[in-house]
Each structure stands twice: as C-alpha cells, then as structure tokens.
C-alpha cells in the first residue's frame, strides 16, 4: 500500500505544482511508481508541466464517475520512467467532491508507492477534496507575511482533517531577496509564524522553472531540483540535512 500526500498552500501561485512534479520526478528516479494527481478542476497545470498534455483523451472525472476505467485516465509522463498522472478536468464543472476523493485515493495507493496530490489554491472545497485522503501534507509557501498567514490557515484546516503529518516546503527562496525585504529577521521566523516543522527550502530557480514550463526534466546543476531530491529522500525516511549554504 502506498503513501498519500497533498501539496497544497491556500495562497495561489507559490509552487505546488512545481514541488509535488520535482518530487514526483525525484521518486520515479529512485524507483518509486508514482502518481501525480492534479486536483485543479479548470486549471489543471502538470498535464503540460509533465509533457502528457497532447495524449490526454480522460481525466479524473471520467475515472471518478465511471465514463471510464481508472487505469485509462492515467498517463505515462515522457521521459520519466515510473511517474504517471492523472490529470484533472479541463471544466470547473466536472470538481471531484471530497467523499468521491476518498473513495479514489485508497484505490490508487495499491497501485502506487506515492500519490502525490497537487491541490488547488484556496481552502474551500477543493483543498478538502485533495486533502480528505493524504496520509500527509506538505504546506507550501514562499517566505513573505501573506504567504505564511494563508499557509497557518492552511495549517489549521489540515489539522481538522485529521492530517497529523503536515510539513512545511519554503519555496521560491532567495537570500539576498529575503534578507533586502526585511519581512523576517530569519528562516525561523517564517517556520514559526507557520506553524509546522520544515521539511525542506527550495531556491528560486529559472533553469527548473523553464524546464517544467516546457515539459522537461530539470539539468542536474539547477539547484532546485537539487533541493527537491533532497526533499524525496526525507520523504523515503532518509536523514537528509538542509545545508546551511540554499
Ligand atoms: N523554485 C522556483 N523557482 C523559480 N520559479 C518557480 C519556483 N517554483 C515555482 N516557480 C514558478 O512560479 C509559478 C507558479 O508555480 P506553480 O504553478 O507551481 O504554483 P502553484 O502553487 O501550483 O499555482 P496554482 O495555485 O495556480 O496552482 C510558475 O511560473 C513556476 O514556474
Ligand atoms: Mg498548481
């Protein structure tokens, strides 16, 4: 039986995709199967960020609701041996509700050592539909005061869940950036206001951004993806520290 584990955030725009792909391309490389879900009905993502995006023909939808087998909804992404997705619906309209997910999950983790679940900003139904299954939860967020106060909220609502993993991704992170806004004195800080342990930071990176915006892999020199095999390795139980130089 597999692990569940959500990616979410409650502010928009801070990196889920980004963290639960790296992830997920970090796991398959170390031999893991693993299931990337995007959960954004409407504004899917990782169909075009994983390179699946031209043979999609189902989505979680039709798997939920029976228009097709689960298995025909899930796509090999190219290039990365071991990682599939299930992509969301194209429409706003076709949202999975959170009793639905919590019946798709459980049957998934058979089938996967990891279902990654990419949630969708906002704390309303759609995070709780991503969230009602995770075994764990990463909370994303870039460190700025808006940033941290939603990822607290966030927080929160995960521990209602039930969700007692919850870890905290500081994404998007850059020191002279950080230091120049004056916003925390230190990394502390922004783990404090919080409020969950960190599990790992990830620099602001263009080389892993270009490279996921066209479909592709990271090169092994961008230090994000670095950062988010490191995060891979934490996650599989391994005692990686976070070195002092991001
Ligand atoms: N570490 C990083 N370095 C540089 N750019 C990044 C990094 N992480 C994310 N980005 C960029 O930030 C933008 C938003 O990232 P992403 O789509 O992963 O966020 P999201 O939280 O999933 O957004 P949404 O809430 O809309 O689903 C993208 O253009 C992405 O390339
Ligand atoms: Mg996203």
């Known amino acids: 039986m597999g692990v569940s584990v959500v990616v979410t955030s409650g502010k928009g725009g801070v990196g889920k995709s980004t963290v639960a792909l790296g992830m997920g391309r970090a796991l398959a490389q170390k031999g893991r199967r693993v299931l990337l879900v995007d959960c954004d009905a409407g504004l899917r993502s990782l169909d075009r960020m994983t ?13 939920a609701f029976g228009r097709c087998a689960p298995a025909e909804a899930i796509y ?10 299930l992509p969301a619906p194209s429409s706003g309209e076709d949202r999975i509700r959170p009793a639905v997910m919590g019946k798709l999950v459980p049957l998934l983790k058979r089938y996967y050592d990891y279902v990654l679940l990419d949630s969708p900003a906002g704390l309303g139904e ?39 993993d919850r870890r905290l991704v500081i994404n998007r992170f850059s020191g002279p950036f950080f230091h ?24 602001e990176d263009p080389l892993l951004a270009a490279a996921f915006l066209r479909g592709k892999g990271a090169p092994e020199s961008s230090p994000a993806r670095k950062a988010l095999y490191r995060m891979a390795g934490r996650l599989e139980g391994e005692a990686v520290p976070i070195p002092d130089q991001l």
């Open 180 to 203: 120049a806004t004056g916003a925390y004195p230190d990394l502390d800080a922004v783990i404090d206001g919080a409020g969950a342990r960190l599990f790992g930071v990830v620099p």
């Open 126 to 164: 759609g995070f709780r539909s991503a969230a009602c299954a995770a075994d764990r939860a990463l909370i994303v967020c870039s460190p700025d005061p808006v940033c941290v106060r939603n990822a607290s909220a966030a927080r929160e609502l995960l521990e209602k869940l039930g969700i007692a």
């Open 76 to 85: 090999p992404c190219g290039g990365a041996e071991g990682l599939f997705l």
């Open 51 to 63: 390179g699946a995006e031209e043979n999609l023909v189902f989505d979680i939808a039709d798997a």
